[in-house]
């Protein structure tokens, strides 16, 4: 099955691949994402990290009840909590993320600019295999930062003293006492998360991005509330297939756990004993937040990305170099 879809997703096939703007635009399009969905990747976190007692009781009774509860007791700040460490590294994640997949979608593509679905899966799946030397860190950090109310809450209840963390501390930590592979743990998770999500991702927006109207008569861009569409369908539905995975990543990657929770000692071991104590649907939770979060977040970085905003800007440096060249001359 070969697809019509252009090399970049949307983008015109050209023989020039400019990497530079795609990375540029990529960072923008995660920092504009990840500041407007924040809070409910906070509430999904805390909601797949929390594990039922013995006799059933659980903090959180659903997405709303944790947002509600959340925002009571840290307030409007306390849902951004860990968003710092996440916009930091948000902006070489996407880019990475976003540019790979142009990038290995330029070179798998055929002479004549199509790309079969098989094709368009191996880039997307390459891309997704990129990000994780970014993904890992960031994620491990945002993970104890966002679950900290949690943990504490739950120490307060027990009469414990509740110790302030910072993103900061927690990855000093982790360096001293395992040197830089420290912060990489869950790698494998993350990449069997970030693997499929792409694989499913990017061949499935490129299809539904194809089907709407263009910018201009013969032209492959689509017009940018298409990209914005097509990126929240497509997120949401890689989002739901992969949140086994999600749920499988966040439990391993949060280092401290309540009294009376599990540990677990890799992938194998927490997919057993979550299926053994908590069934099924267990893998499924937060999974509608997850939706919700994905779909937004990628809704905004595609519609970003295919704005052109880098190009744009990189236009507009080099009219400046102009101009300050001739006042330059000018004044000689």
Known sequence: MVSNNNVSSGTANSKQFALLPKIINGGIAGIIGVSCVF???LVKTRLQNQ???KNGEKM?????????????????????????????????????????????R???????????ISRQMVAGGLAGLCQIIITTPMELLKIQMQ??????????????????????????ELIRAKGITGLYKGTGATMLRDVSFSIVYFPLFATLNALGPRREDGSNEAVFWCSFLSGCAAGSMAALSVNPFDVVKTRL??????????????????????????????????????MIVIAPLFGIAQMVYFLGVAEALLVLQRVTIVLFFCMEQCLL
């Open 51 to 53: 594990q039922i007692g």
């Open 253 to 290: 990657q949060a280092l401290k756990k309540v009294e009376g929770e599990m540990q677990f000692n890799g992938v194998a071991d927490c997919i057993g004993k979550t299926l053994k104590y908590e069934g099924v649907s267990a893998f499924f939770k937060g999974g509608l937040c997850r």
């Open 147 to 172: 679950d900290a109310g949690r943990v504490a809450a739950q120490a307060k209840q027990a009469g414990q003293a509740v110790q302030k963390v910072s993103a900061t501390s927690i990855a000093l």
């Open 60 to 104: 959180y009774n659903s997405m709303l009840d944790c947002f509600k509860k959340t925002y009571r007791a840290e307030g409007y700040f306390g849902m951004y909590r860990g968003s710092a460490v996440n916009i930091l590294l948000i902006t070489p994640e996407k880019a990475i993320k976003l540019a790979a997949n142009d990038f290995f």
């Open 106 to 116: 330029h070179h798998l593509s055929s002479s004549n600019g199509t790309l079969s």
């Open 39 to 41: 809070p409910l990747d």
